[in-house]
């Protein structure tokens, strides 16, 4: 079985930049979760979704963050304009409908200089 | 809402030393626990989890924990730690919405 993919590995911007992540969740797993983890702490929910719909988004930082799930499939994250304190690991995950048990991606460590 | 604490930030051991992470939640209803390993470069994993049913829950890789609802905590344990245990480890939380609400981690490093 696939695991989750995530795109990109890495990535470098520089302040007020925009950046995108892509993830692809394991197939069949109607719920994706995105999380955002800053070095030296634990993963923190931005966003969680349900097929296409958002489920619970009330940490997401709406004023720079957006993400969509198009087809209730793969996912894309945004942030726009980046600041300094967004340069984290922003981790995807997925389960299975009523499940709890989620399955991580390897993440994209975004740097914002 | 809940909030998980793992009170051990670093934890250095030698081979065949026993292992004990602590976690504590906070939350008053139903909750699912669980722990999650990221070893060195790889992704996060499932070690364990508790749903209901025997409060001792067995995991992969010789792990077990506790789940003592009187103290609200979900402790790690492991008789006989190794070196390809050197990890990070997670205690997270779920419940309703099925989210995880995860404490900040336990980097564990074994020396040979």
């Known amino acids: 079985e696939a695991g989750v993919a995530q795109s990109p590995r890495y990535k470098i911007i520089e302040k007020r930049q925009s950046v995108a992540f892509w993830c692809n969740p394991i197939s069949g797993h109607a719920t994706l979760y995105w999380y955002q983890q800053i070095l030296g702490q634990g993963p923190k929910l931005l966003i969680q979704?349900?097929?296409?719909?958002?489920?619970?988004d009330s940490q997401l930082p709406k004023d720079r963050f957006s993400a969509e799930r198009l087809k209730g499939v793969d996912s894309t994250l945004k942030i726009q304009p980046a600041k300094l304190e967004d340069s984290a690991v922003y981790l995807c995950?997925?389960?299975?409908?009523?499940?709890?048990?989620?399955?991580f991606g390897p993440g994209t460590r975004l740097t914002v200089t | 809402a809940q909030s998980v604490s793992q009170h051990n930030h670093h934890v250095i051991l030698s081979e065949a030393a026993s292992l004990e992470l602590g976690c504590n939640y906070s939350?008053?209803?139903?909750?699912?626990l669980f722990w999650y390993v990221q070893y060195p470069g790889q992704h996060l994993q499932l070690l364990l989890k508790y749903f209901s049913g025997d409060p001792l829950v067995k995991g992969i890789k010789g792990f077990e924990a506790e789940f003592i609802k009187s103290k609200f905590s979900f402790n790690l344990r492991k008789p006989s730690v190794q070196w390809s245990d050197t990890a990070e480890y997670f205690c997270?939380?779920?419940?309703?919405?099925?989210?995880?609400?995860f404490g900040s981690g336990t980097r564990l490093q074994v020396q040979p």
């Open positions: 997270a939380v779920a419940t309703g919405r099925r989210a995880l609400t």
């Open positions: 995950a997925s389960s299975q409908p009523g499940i709890y048990e989620q399955y």
């Open positions: 979704f349900q097929n296409n719909g958002v489920v619970d």
């Open positions: 939350y008053g209803g139903t909750v699912n």
